[in-house]
């Protein structure tokens, strides 16, 4: 696509629901991040893939987070049993460079707002 | 001047006018910084780079500029214009030990509005 694509744009969930958010990166694209932006705040880094393989996880917040990228091109955000401070943005951004590349362009898709009630 | 929460810093000018946007990096192993924009709704879109062998970089209508002594960065944007109204992010690859360009950390944000 023209874009990155995420959807859905808005999840309204309730406290102990499990949600998944899903980004479609540009094609051709071998980076993926996805990164969660509070109210106010800029975004914060989660988690990293390299095609299929998840290299770096290390900002995920707790166990109830999980993503994949089975096959290196979609790739799914899962929140298990979400809690309000779970409400955020999550955005998702696909790269031409690989992670060892000093410099490269991040290409965000709109996000998806997550609001847990 | 600093600010918490949803209290963000705001810069108002005037279109035509010339915007001086800052930021306060605090990594020392920081690289590569890069300026984002993001509008209301939209996620952030890339503006532009600076790797920290330069002090200076300039594109279209916007040049940021790097003092590594006091960790500082600014952006310039010149003949401003009010498309150019949106929160202005400054981002740094310092916590992935200045190795990578996708792993940022994102300063809080300026809000710039541009009146017509």
């Known amino acids: 696509g023209a874009g990155v694509s995420q959807s859905p744009r808005y999840k309204v969930a309730k406290r102990g629901q499990d949600v998944a958010l899903r980004c479609d990166p540009i094609?051709?694209?071998?980076?993926l991040f996805w990164y969660q932006q509070a109210l106010g705040q800029g975004p914060e880094f989660l988690t990293y893939?390299?095609?299929?393989?998840?290299?770096?996880k290390s900002g995920l917040p707790s166990d109830r987070f999980f993503a994949e990228r089975p096959e290196g091109s979609v790739s799914t955000l899962k929140i298990q049993r979400t809690q309000q401070e779970d409400s955020a943005v999550y955005l998702c951004?696909?790269?031409?460079?690989?992670?060892?590349?000093?410099?490269?362009?991040?290409?965000f898709g709109e996000g998806s707002r997550l609001t847990v009630l | 001047g600093e600010s918490v929460g949803l209290h963000l810093p705001t810069l108002s000018v005037q279109e035509g006018d010339n915007s001086i946007i800052n930021c306060a990096y605090s990594?020392?192993?920081?690289?590569?910084f890069i300026w984002y924009k993001q509008e209301s709704g939209k996620g952030p879109q890339f503006i532009i780079d600076i790797r920290s062998n330069m002090d200076k970089r300039q594109g279209q209508r916007v040049t940021v500029l790097l003092n590594k002594t006091v960790k500082h960065l600014s952006l310039q944007i010149a003949a401003t214009q009010p498309g150019d109204s949106a929160v202005y992010f400054c981002a740094e690859n310092g916590s992935a030990g200045g190795t990578s360009y996708g792993k940022l950390t994102f300063g809080q944000g300026t809000i710039l509005t541009v009146h017509p």
């Open positions: 893939f390299q095609n299929e393989a998840q290299l770096d």
């Open positions: 951004a696909s790269s031409l460079e690989y992670w060892g590349t000093q410099t490269g362009e991040l290409f």
């Open positions: 094609s051709g694209h071998v980076s």
């Open positions: 990594n020392s192993a920081s690289d590569y």
